[in-house]
């Protein structure tokens, strides 16, 4: 029992000392509530959403489509550096989803218009092409 009501008292007092030093407690006024124009308005999804989210509903209200979540089948012999799997998309990037054979999960890598990327684990070569 005494440990912690010693211990209690302590901080009792020491929290008493801080509000005595810190003095009384001034406010700056009465508080204002500033009114904008779509205070009364439900902001939609599309108002709300931000970085690659926008960019697919934008496209999508001009009838495009800037991923596509469909699987690639490449032809038989893609996949070589000559002979790289595309990977269409509407945007500069895409990141792409592969089944890693050792591991058996699914694997993530973005890539990037312009050079090729290669995945060692499957030895395949990918590229990213325009979709429009």
Same mark, same amino acid.
Not at 110 to 117: D, F, N, Q, Y
């Given at each position: 029992?005494?440990? =912690? %009501?010693? @211990? $209690?008292?302590?901080?009792?007092?020491? $929290?008493?000392?801080?509000?005595?030093a810190a003095?009384?407690?001034?406010r700056a006024g009465p508080a204002r509530f500033v009114s904008m124009d779509n205070d009364k308005? =439900?902001?939609?999804?599309?108002?709300? %959403? @931000?970085?690659?989210?926008?960019t697919e509903l934008d496209m999508e209200a001009q009838g495009q489509s800037a991923f596509s979540r469909d699987p690639i089948f490449p032809p038989v012999g893609a996949g070589t550096?000559?002979?790289p799997i595309e990977v269409p998309s509407g945007v500069d990037e895409r990141v792409v989803g592969y089944e890693c054979p050792?591991?058996? %999960?699914?694997?993530?890598? $973005?890539?990037?218009?312009?050079?090729?990327?290669y995945i060692p684990s499957l030895d395949k070569y990918f590229k990213l092409v325009s979709s429009n």
């Open positions: 029992w005494r440990p =912690i %009501q010693a @211990t $209690t008292m302590l901080a009792v007092r020491f $929290t008493r000392s801080l509000a005595r003095g009384p407690c001034v308005q =439900i902001l939609g999804d599309t108002e709300l %959403q @931000t970085g690659r989210r926008k550096k000559e002979n050792e591991a058996h %999960q699914l694997m993530w890598f $973005t890539l990037s218009k312009g050079p090729l990327h």
